[in-house]
């Protein structure tokens, strides 16, 4: 197992809802609620569930765009690994904005947005867009030394030197999305959030785009949190995979292990859902019942009991933890050597 880049416990993130004259705090939206994760560099970390689960919140959170309520961010930049089990990483939770670029974390933790036109300028040119963060990093202004440095960045993504003096709009929405892409490594950082980053692709573009992330991945030992609600997404592009309900994490595991034999019944029933691409093959579906409960007062014990058919008192009761199933694999759920795959 590569080290581990970042270490993140006991995370929530809730927004306080007010209301009345007073507009006194009558509760709060649990959008993150006590997430236990650990990314190892290198890796393809997979986040998944349905919409509104906290996937994005939770990225966001990661990078400190999110002010986390509660727990810890520690990150183990390059050179600085754990070792022996000591904790010589740093904890970013607390930093302040100037903390976190004077230390040059903000740097190193990039993030892709999932809607490439909203997330570019659309007044910027191509080439002021990608020498933004070096001229963040680097302090400089110009020169033809910048220059060629953007069109390398351009070069990884597909794209050339002619692109340098158009606007975001004179673009496709995948070739915008691999000028964020030029954007997020043009930094050089060591971790970036994806933020379903092919969702608002084309079927064809997507897989193009999906191939780059792969190759650059590769190249330049980058480690990404990829956040989406396609498993066949997560199945191709992701070493392991972590599945999100209602703010918290259910199950984690590498990813051919997770589709190969599941053990929380939320990731079965989402791994139900995935077409089967044969009409003699009968589907075996697990439909849920219900809606999702509110995640301003979400229900006692297990999160997911309003929902499971495989529900017990011990569920409506206790709140289950993750814990090992397997080497590498954690689930939570109080039956889950009942319901395995």
């Known amino acids: ?49 349905e919409s509104g689960c906290g996937k994005t919140t939770t990225g966001k959170t990661l990078l400190r765009l999110y002010e986390p309520t509660g727990g810890t961010i520690r990150y183990y930049p390059g050179g600085g690994a754990e070792k022996n089990g000591s904790e010589n990483g740093i904890d970013i939770t607390g930093l302040s904005k100037r903390a976190l670029k004077r230390k040059g974390i903000r740097t ?38 910048m220059e060629e440095r953007i069109v390398e960045m ?111 019944p939320y990731t079965r029933a989402l791994l139900s859902a995935i077409p089967v691409p044969d009409p003699e093959r009968p589907a075996r579906r697990m439909i849920l019942s219900g809606d999702v409960p509110s995640p301003v007062s979400p229900p006692d014990g297990c999160r997911f009991h309003t929902r499971c058919p495989f529900v017990i008192e011990r569920c409506r009761i206790e709140e289950p933890v993750l814990e090992p199933v397997k080497e590498g694999h954690t689930a939570a759920c109080h039956r889950k050597f009942e319901v395995e795959q």
């Open 154 to 264: 351009l070069g990884r993504v597909g794209l050339t030197r002619d692109h340098l003096l158009r606007y975001p709009h004179e673009f496709s929405g995948g070739q915008r999305q691999r000028i964020a892409v030029a954007r997020a490594i043009a930094a050089e950082p060591e971790f970036i959030v994806l933020d379903e980053p092919t969702s608002a692709l084309d079927v064809s573009v997507q897989a193009q785009i999906l191939n780059l992330l792969r190759k650059l991945k590769e190249q330049l030992g980058l480690t990404y949190l990829f956040v989406t609600h396609h498993l066949l997404v997560v199945r191709y592009i992701s070493d392991r995979m972590a599945v999100m309900y209602l703010g918290k994490i259910v199950e984690v595991g590498e990813t051919k292990e997770v589709f190969r034999a599941s053990f929380h």
């Open 1 to 49: 197992m590569s080290s581990r880049l970042l270490k993140i416990r006991n995370l929530t993130l809730h927004y306080p809802v007010t209301g009345g004259l007073t507009g006194r705090a009558k509760g709060a939206v649990r959008a993150v609620d006590g997430v236990d994760l650990d990314i190892f560099r290198g890796e393809c970390l997979g986040l998944v569930g």
């Open 108 to 145: 190193k933790l990039q993030m892709v947005f999932q809607d490439p036109t909203a997330s570019l300028n659309p007044r910027m040119l191509v080439k002021n867009i990608v020498a933004e963060p070096i001229r963040a990093k680097e302090k400089r202004t110009g020169g033809r030394e």
